[in-house]
């Protein structure tokens, strides 16, 4: 297995993120930094690698987190390791309807011995072997997006709305029902007009 080490001098993440159109119409339970955080794990992929090591410090000079907020980052990262995917699949092969949840990662590793990083310190990530399918060798009903793009958005409904529009941006049309919308944005508004002015139109001004 090889080790990626993200974020130095001659590695950056890429200009472009890929992800299954699965996890793209998936609700993802994570805040903007957690989706910041995920968006650059997925640009940092590499073919057969599925351990990256992060310096905390660059970690936050490219996200311009504030050095005393560095405990925010690591409070984030460790979030991610207990959060899961919720992925619905319609009429699959013979299994018919069926849900599945998968976590990203499968361990986060402190190599400074112990859960208490400091800001210079590298932690090592490892990405799960269920969450792999839908990262790598994608060759169909995937969706590609502008790394910085999403990173300069500011709010977590704008940052999925965008991943959304990117998926759909060679139709011109967004496939989904209002119900649909909602899910994914993981709101339960009556009233659709509600979304519409709380979220949606806020987000798609930026």
């Known amino acids: 297995m090889n ?3 993200v974020m130095t001098k001659d590695i950056k993440p890429r200009d472009n993120v890929f992800q299954s159109n699965h996890i793209t119409q998936s609700h993802l339970p994570f805040t903007k930094l957690e989706s910041d955080i995920f968006t650059i794990i997925l640009a940092s992929l590499t073919p057969e690698t599925t351990e990256y090591s992060f310096n905390i410090k660059e970690l936050m000079d490219y996200l311009n987190i ?5 405990k925010t980052l690591i409070n984030s990262i460790n979030n991610l390791y207990e959060k899961s995917i919720i992925i619905k699949h319609k009429q699959h092969e013979n299994l018919g309807n069926y849900t599945e949840k998968i976590r990203l990662l499968s361990r986060i590793k402190y190599l400074n011995g112990d859960e208490k990083v400091n800001i210079n310190d590298t932690i090592t990530l490892n990405i799960s072997t269920e969450i792999q399918p839908h990262l790598f060798n994608l060759k169909e009903f995937f969706t590609s997006y502008e790394t910085q793009s999403f990173l300069r958005l500011s709010s977590i409904t704008s940052k999925k709305l965008y991943t959304i529009f990117s998926q759909y941006k060679n139709t011109g049309k967004i496939l989904l029902s209002k119900s649909q919308i909602q899910e ?23």
């Open 66 to 70: 504030k050095t005393e907020n560095y």
């Open 184 to 206: 994914v944005l993981g709101t339960n508004y009556k009233e659709f007009s509600v979304l519409m002015t709380k979220h949606i139109k806020p987000a798609i001004k930026e």
């Open 3 to 5: 080790i990626h080490t």
